[in-house]
């Protein structure tokens, strides 16, 4: 039998809901393979040795998370970086527009729903400077990003590693499984996403919206535009701005929002607010963004 691990980090253990979303596909899945440890599901507390495949979600925020990552990596012989928090620091690496010590300020000394306190210098483990991927710190055989991934590409890639084979990924961006049409429409002003009715129909980035299908990574179904909510990125950047280093989230949605309205570049970039939450949200902590030629990222940590 195969022997699996699941390890929860820095996260919010949706990743490990996802797997449990298998239902009914998660008794076939243990027919194949066994889970020798997964502290959110099992009363376990050191990892076993002779791992076949590590399954690792949420980033590496303190230095607890890094030995046990680098300590799954030590015994493990595949380990998939799993969510986007594990592939790109995701939502956790907000907290790098915040410097450390004001991170934690906020929980224990200036947070007016508590009652002040030192920060703890025991049992807490102590935060590193920024927020981390898992590739920062050891191999990665292969990511699955998502927020979290979807129980159907799971399934989809989990079971052939199960059975030694190879895994079939989807790798188009978003905008590939979205049914709105896309127009060249003039327009000179940007909507939030809680202004207005868009319509239906019609693509976001046509109406104003800023949405991040097009630089997004698609294996999601494209779910949030399919229910009139535009693309946040949770799925982490497509492969394009992957590959290519003169492409990056942002200047990719503000290109495309220009050509399609007509709008200068210049102009739509004044009035994209919060960059670091808006475009990075899902990315800020990922050094292979942060490393681009073009990237605004270096700006916005506070390191």
Known sequence: MVKIALEWLAG????????????EGIMELLKEADIVYAPVLMDVKEVPDD?????????????????RLEELRRKSKTLIAYGTCACYGGITGMADLYRPEDVTARIYSDNPSTEAADVPSEVVPELLPIVHPAGDFTEVDYFLPGCPPKELLVWDILMPLIKGEAPDVPKKSVCADCSRWMDHVEFDKLNRRIEGDPDPQKCFLSQGYVCLGSVTLGRCGALCTSAGIPCHGCGGPSLDVLREPSHDV???????????????EKDVEK?????GHVIYGFVIGSTIMEDKQVSLIPQLVKK
């Open 271 to 275: 009035q994209i607010r919060d960059i």
């Open 51 to 67: 791992i076949d495949i590590a399954i690792v979600s949420g980033s590496v925020r303190n230095k607890e998370n890094k030995e």
């Open 12 to 23: 919010c253990s949706g990743c490990e809901i996802s797997i449990l979303d298998l239902h």
């Open 250 to 264: 942002y200047n990719g949605v503000i290109k495309r929002i220009a050509h399609l309205s007509k709008m200068p």
